[in-house]
């Protein structure tokens, strides 16, 4: 009898009992000379008892139909092919149903602004007019300036700031126009190098002559010797707005503004009725004859300025007209 127990965690024994052997006989019978009789082995059938399944044996896997459980596969018809193709047909056109959709909701937002973009057509012009003509043209010079004064020279400081305000709002105002409704179009413009150059050569230039003409009078260069605080009320105002002026450029400039272009005809085209009022000014506050030609020169230094900006804005116009054309005809080439 042998016994064999193992298992430490599952409870499983094998036990192999009473196998005999009986003796091996060798008959030998008339008929046949030699013949083997083979052993017979009398055994009992052994039992394996296990409690706890092994680890590496699956579990059973138990399926219960669900008589809930309707068949509803392609039920449309009885074709399979005429069911795929109609589910293909039904998603095409939802998804061009949702891309309209799309496309509507962002062309709304693009017709609205090119219907609020109308009014600044005429609103910015409008507001440069009521900051910088009526006061000038409208407002007598008696009124403002009683004197060689701090009091005219805070005055015509406060119609210059004035008139600073309209024209960054008309440059903002004209940003707005010139750039795209699209978001995803890029609409920023960086001038040439050579227009930033010229610009800021022509600005140093307003600011050089009367710094240098105010150094002459206070050095006894230039007689008859003319106060500071009339300097200041005739050409105060005009250093601080050519000051506001490359600050602006620059600012467009850096921000890649479409209104680069115009900016300085802006301020230029104002430049030259301050000067203008400097004339007027000079004659009541008795100023010497070198400071008349001098504004008289800045006055013919800023019209060639503003003449030459002008032609700017004519051959930019031109340029892009041409670009317009080769990008025209580029497109069916590329076809």
């Known amino acids: 009898m042998a016994s064999l127990t193992h298992l430490p965690s599952a409870t499983a024994a094998v036990t192999l009992r009473h196998v005999r052997h009986k003796q091996l006989q060798l008959l030998k019978t008339r008929g046949m000379p030699n013949r083997m009789t083979f052993p017979c082995i009398s055994h009992k059938p052994f039992s394996i008892c296990c409690s706890n399944q092994s680890s590496w044996e699956p579990a059973p896997i138990t399926y219960v139909p669900s008589d809930n459980i309707k068949d509803n596969f392609l039920e449309g018809t009885a074709n399979i092919f005429?069911?795929?193709s109609s589910s293909k047909q039904a998603e095409a056109e939802s998804s061009l149903t949702e891309a309209e959709g799309v496309t509507d909701a962002k062309n709304q937002p693009t017709l609205q602004l090119q219907y609020l973009q109308w009014p600044m057509w005429l609103l910015g012009p409008a507001i440069l007019l009521a900051t910088g003509m009526v006061p000038t043209l409208w407002l007598p010079i008696s009124s403002v300036v009683i004197g060689s004064n701090i009091a005219s020279l805070l005055s015509l400081t406060g119609l210059d700031c004035i008139y600073n305000l309209g024209a960054n709002l008309f440059l903002l105002l004209a940003d707005s126009c010139a750039r795209s409704p699209d978001s995803n179009q890029d609409s920023s413009s960086k001038p040439?190098?050579?227009y930033q150059l010229w610009n800021m050569v022509a600005n140093v230039m307003g600011?050089?002559?009367?710094?240098?003409?105010l150094f002459g009078s206070q050095n006894s260069v230039l007689q008859p010797q003319l106060p500071f605080i009339s300097y200041a009320v005739l050409l105060g105002p005009y250093l601080l707005l050519l000051s506001i002026q490359i600050l602006t450029e620059m600012?467009?400039?850096h921000w890649k503004s479409p209104v680069w272009l115009v900016t300085p005809v802006v301020y230029e085209a104002y430049r030259v009725l301050q000067l203008m009022r400097g004339l007027k000014l000079s004659a009541e506050l008795s100023a010497p004859a070198?400071?008349?030609h001098t504004i008289r020169g800045l006055v013919c230094w800023w019209v060639l300025i503003l003449g030459m900006q002008l032609m700017r804005v004519a051959w930019y116009a031109g340029f892009t007209a041409r670009a317009h054309q080769k990008l025209l005809h580029a497109l069916p080439d590329a076809d």
């Open 192 to 194: 040439p190098f050579s």
């Open 290 to 292: 070198w400071m008349l």
């Open 82 to 84: 005429e069911t795929m």
């Open 207 to 213: 600011l050089v002559i009367p710094l240098v003409v």
């Open 251 to 253: 600012l467009t400039w």
